[in-house]
């Protein structure tokens, strides 16, 4: 079948932002539901899309959008993540955060916080908390990538020698048997090394990630203590943190509901 304008359109916006919901789609075309609904399933019929339920995504498995596209999607959800993080974040605490946009939205809910000690390998992470004066942030060395995350083998070597109370950590993509999955092998040993070397280890992921599916495994739900969201996560991922144990916080209006897992 023949691409018209409007089915143009949505692979740019894919392409740039990685999932669309069908509802956000109706709104920048200004035609119904139902219509967003037949273009996605004409669209992954064709194999150009990926359908999921509530929207559609890229089908690209193996590069990340760009960095700009990534902090503009789903900015609202990620400062709701962040803040749902930074209630659950005593005073005089000590941290890793890694890379990525919620994880930087993370700092910024920490910005005006005392007695932190922060471990990062994300140079936005550190500008945003290096002006607090009552807490101390700790860079890892390592090559600097065009997002300004730190990664290599020095990267990993300076993880190791901390243990602190907890690790945040972001990802690109939840796979529906819970393997967490990111695009970058070289991100992803950082962020087990903080993960082994974590008393607790907080996920953040707004909802579209469980859309989006990565190659490279991280691990797996079983790996983390809480995920915190911004939406009800898929029945499967539901039932698979319960049978991890793993807390869940649904950061809504502002809330974190802790759902009992």
């Known amino acids: 079948m023949k691409l018209n304008g409007r089915h143009k359109k949505i692979l740019e916006q894919l392409r740039e932002e990685g999932f669309l919901a069908t509802e956000q789609m109706a709104r920048n075309f200004a035609v119904t539901t139902q219509t967003i609904r037949r ?3 004409m669209l992954s019929n064709q194999g150009l899309v990926r359908r999921y339920h509530g929207g559609a995504g890229a089908v690209s498995s193996v590069e990340n959008v760009a960095y700009a596209s ?6 609202e959800a990620k400062a ?12 005089k605490a000590s941290l890793f955060i890694n890379i990525g946009t919620t994880t930087e939205a993370v700092a910024q809910a920490l910005a005006e916080r005392k007695n932190l000690r922060i471990i990062t390998n994300n140079l936005n992470v550190a500008a945003c908390l290096c002006g607090n004066s009552a807490c101390e942030v700790i860079v890892a060395g390592g ?4 997002d300004h995350g730190v990664i290599g083998e020095s990267t990993i070597d300076f993880i190791r020698q901390f ?3 907890y690790g945040i950590i972001g990802i690109s993509g939840i796979d529906t048997d819970g393997a967490l999955l990111d695009y970058d092998y070289r991100e992803v040993r950082v962020a087990q090394a903080i993960i082994e070397n974590s008393r607790q280890v907080f996920l953040v992921a707004d909802r579209s990630k469980f859309s989006i599916a990565p190659m490279v495994k991280l691990g797996s739900l079983a790996d983390i203590d809480a995920l915190f969201t911004d939406a009800e996560p898929p029945a499967s991922i539901v039932e698979l943190l319960a049978a991890s144990q793993t807390r869940l916080f649904i950061a809504d209006d502002g809330k974190a509901a802790r759902k009992p897992v």
Do not use: E, G, T, Y
């Open 80 to 91: 709701r993540i962040a803040r749902a993080v930074a209630r659950q974040i005593p005073d």
């Open 143 to 146: 090559v600097v990538r065009s």
């Open 70 to 75: 990534r902090q503009a999607l789903n900015h």
């Open 39 to 41: 273009d996605i399933n």
């Open 163 to 165: 243990k602190v109370d």
